[in-house]
């Protein structure tokens, strides 16, 4: 069983990869697109390629650095390959669910790596099983594959019907015969870039991972397009009409890798720019500012910066906890945060610090780590967050628990500064976060208020109603 030794951030909700390569081993291209992606899920990993005779295809639980080695590289061959970085969203964190789906059909093998999550799964799991259509896990996209299969017309058109069936956040890239695919959601809500590798090409959920593999920069795909990779080379065209755009605010906030480009934007001079806003809306008289590392550091550096203040180092993290596969005891809970961070106490002692962090869903860690650095010595601990309060949960793909769950939806910041025993607390307004960002619409932040791109009431009961059905069937 896994466990999680820290639930009070946002999880990362998946990456994917796609190559085509003619005249290399695509399989070893992927596992270094899945090595840089790894921040975007650490469940499972997975690889399939195809060396126009036979697929090969490897999952495993763990980290990509875990699941694959030379060995297992060199059964992976062919010249084009798909791969998934797993954090699971409907589905449990069981093997059985590990991507890319594959499965052979009268037109040749077809293979989907997904990022995101469905809002109208439930309905399509309903009528697939009306159908006749058996289903061997509890992953929405499985459920995309039998979509694609039962599709009619060429791959191009299933996906385009495939478009109409489902709603919810995808970005997708898919393994057919004689093509790779990349699909991008209408509303844009997780990102897909493509790169250009020697006389081929590389599909990935984020530009970081085109140093790891050697790929330039060609174009981040937009919302409904479809990418078309095969022999004749790159097109993109329209696979749905795009509504208005709803891109999450979290990849800027913190999914995505801080060297990252999003709309020609570097994502670690968003989040600088996140902590400036944060600064001048919630100014502290304060000795230091300090981040909870690694993924409050550019917000903090920012908050510095704009409050004149010195940033320093007071918390290390030990990089290789997070995830374990021991079961989670409440004494491993409560040692959790402990076996995560350890303060500097030379940088704390008698200092009025200023604790900076990228965000607060539970605010279980946060409290633990303000007991922490007063233990440590601080005079006073005033914690600013660089986004606003989490009070509604996500149904597009991000690990955002239930309301009773969110501690910005049970209490005020005067009684969460109180829970947490900070002398202040401070959430960066939805407007300082939009002007960070430089836009007024075009994003999803229906987890600070509520109003979702998609009705929510009809399908949180019917999600929830799926989610115990399928533990019951699953054993998850």
């Given at each position: 069983m896994i466990g999680d030794l820290d639930r009070d951030s946002p999880r990362e909700k998946c990456g994917v990869v796609g190559v085509y390569a003619p005249g290399r081993e695509a399989a070893r291209i992927a596992f270094f697109g899945l090595f840089a992606l790894q921040h975007r899920g650490q469940e499972a990993a997975g690889i399939v390629s195809y060396d126009s005779l036979f697929t090969h295809v490897h999952k495993g639980e763990g980290l990509v650095g875990s699941v694959f080695n030379e060995d297992i590289l060199s059964t992976l061959k062919g010249s084009v390959a798909i791969g998934h970085n797993r954090y699971s969203t409907t589905?449990?964190?069981?093997?059985?669910?590990?991507?890319?789906?594959?499965?052979?059909?009268?037109?040749?093998?077809?293979?989907?790596?997904?990022?995101?999550?469905?809002?109208?799964?439930?309905?399509?799991?309903?009528?697939?099983l009306?159908?006749?259509v058996g289903l061997q896990t509890s992953s929405d996209t499985e459920l995309m594959v039998h979509?694609?299969?039962?599709?009619?017309?060429?791959?191009?058109?299933?996906?385009r019907t495939l478009m109409r069936r489902v709603e919810g956040a995808y970005s997708l890239t898919i393994l057919t015969r004689q093509a790779i695919y990349g699909v991008r959601d209408p509303r844009g809500f997780r990102p897909l870039v493509i790169g250009e590798i020697n006389d081929g090409y590389i599909l990935a959920s984020e530009t970081c991972a085109f140093s790891t593999t050697g790929a330039s920069f060609v174009a981040e795909l937009q919302p409904g397009e479809i990418a078309r990779i095969d022999a004749s080379g790159l097109n993109i065209e329209q696979g749905a009409p795009p509504p208005a755009r709803a891109f999450c605010t979290f990849e800027h906030i913190y999914f995505?890798?801080?060297d990252t480009v999003h709309d020609g934007d570097l994502v670690h001079s968003v989040r600088q720019r996140l902590g400036r806003e944060l600064a001048r809306e919630a100014p502290v008289e304060?000795?230091?500012?300090?981040?909870?590392?690694?993924?409050?550091?550019p917000h903090a550096v920012g908050f510095a910066q704009e409050s004149d203040l010195p940033y320093t180092e007071g918390l290390i993290k030990n990089r290789y906890v997070g995830r374990t596969?021991?079961?989670?005891?409440?004494?491993?809970?409560?040692?959790?945060?402990?076996?995560?961070f350890?303060?500097?106490?030379?940088?704390?002692?008698?200092?009025?610090i200023v604790m900076v962090d990228d965000s607060i869903v539970r605010g279980t860690t946060v409290g633990q780590l303000v007991r922490m650095l007063r233990d440590a010595g601080a005079a006073e601990v005033h914690v600013r967050v660089a986004c606003p309060a989490i009070t509604h949960p996500c149904y597009m793909g991000i690990d955002i628990d239930s309301p009773e769950h969110l501690v910005a939806a049970r209490l005020s910041v005067p009684?969460?500064?109180?829970?947490?025993?900070?002398?202040?607390?401070?959430?960066?307004?939805?407007?300082?976060?939009?002007?960070?960002?430089?836009?007024?619409?075009?994003?999803?932040?229906?987890?600070?208020?509520?109003?979702?791109?998609?009705?929510?009431?009809?399908?949180?009961?019917?999600?929830?109603?799926?989610?115990?059905?399928?533990?019951?069937?699953?054993?998850?």
């Amino acid at each position: 069983m896994i466990g999680d030794l820290d639930r009070d951030s946002p999880r990362e909700k998946c990456g994917v990869v796609g190559v085509y390569a003619p005249g290399r081993e695509a399989a070893r291209i992927a596992f270094f697109g899945l090595f840089a992606l790894q921040h975007r899920g650490q469940e499972a990993a997975g690889i399939v390629s195809y060396d126009s005779l036979f697929t090969h295809v490897h999952k495993g639980e763990g980290l990509v650095g875990s699941v694959f080695n030379e060995d297992i590289l060199s059964t992976l061959k062919g010249s084009v390959a798909i791969g998934h970085n797993r954090y699971s969203t409907t589905g449990g964190s069981t093997l059985r669910n590990a991507q890319p789906q594959v499965i052979e059909t009268i037109d040749g093998p077809l293979a989907v790596a997904h990022n995101g999550n469905l809002v109208n799964a439930p309905q399509l799991r309903r009528e697939l099983l009306e159908q006749g259509v058996g289903l061997q896990t509890s992953s929405d996209t499985e459920l995309m594959v039998h979509v694609l299969t039962g599709a009619s017309g060429s791959w191009l058109d299933r996906i385009r019907t495939l478009m109409r069936r489902v709603e919810g956040a995808y970005s997708l890239t898919i393994l057919t015969r004689q093509a790779i695919y990349g699909v991008r959601d209408p509303r844009g809500f997780r990102p897909l870039v493509i790169g250009e590798i020697n006389d081929g090409y590389i599909l990935a959920s984020e530009t970081c991972a085109f140093s790891t593999t050697g790929a330039s920069f060609v174009a981040e795909l937009q919302p409904g397009e479809i990418a078309r990779i095969d022999a004749s080379g790159l097109n993109i065209e329209q696979g749905a009409p795009p509504p208005a755009r709803a891109f999450c605010t979290f990849e800027h906030i913190y999914f995505s890798r801080p060297d990252t480009v999003h709309d020609g934007d570097l994502v670690h001079s968003v989040r600088q720019r996140l902590g400036r806003e944060l600064a001048r809306e919630a100014p502290v008289e304060a000795d230091l500012v300090l981040s909870v590392p690694d993924s409050g550091t550019p917000h903090a550096v920012g908050f510095a910066q704009e409050s004149d203040l010195p940033y320093t180092e007071g918390l290390i993290k030990n990089r290789y906890v997070g995830r374990t596969f021991i079961e989670p005891t409440q004494e491993l809970r409560d040692a959790g945060v402990a076996m995560k961070f350890n303060p500097l106490t030379d940088n704390l002692v008698g200092r009025r610090i200023v604790m900076v962090d990228d965000s607060i869903v539970r605010g279980t860690t946060v409290g633990q780590l303000v007991r922490m650095l007063r233990d440590a010595g601080a005079a006073e601990v005033h914690v600013r967050v660089a986004c606003p309060a989490i009070t509604h949960p996500c149904y597009m793909g991000i690990d955002i628990d239930s309301p009773e769950h969110l501690v910005a939806a049970r209490l005020s910041v005067p009684e969460i500064c109180e829970e947490i025993g900070a002398d202040s607390l401070a959430y960066l307004s939805l407007e300082g976060l939009m002007r960070a960002l430089s836009s007024e619409d075009g994003y999803c932040n229906a987890c600070f208020t509520g109003k979702y791109p998609f009705e929510p009431e009809s399908f949180v009961q019917l999600q929830l109603g799926l989610k115990d059905r399928l533990a019951s069937v699953w054993g998850e």
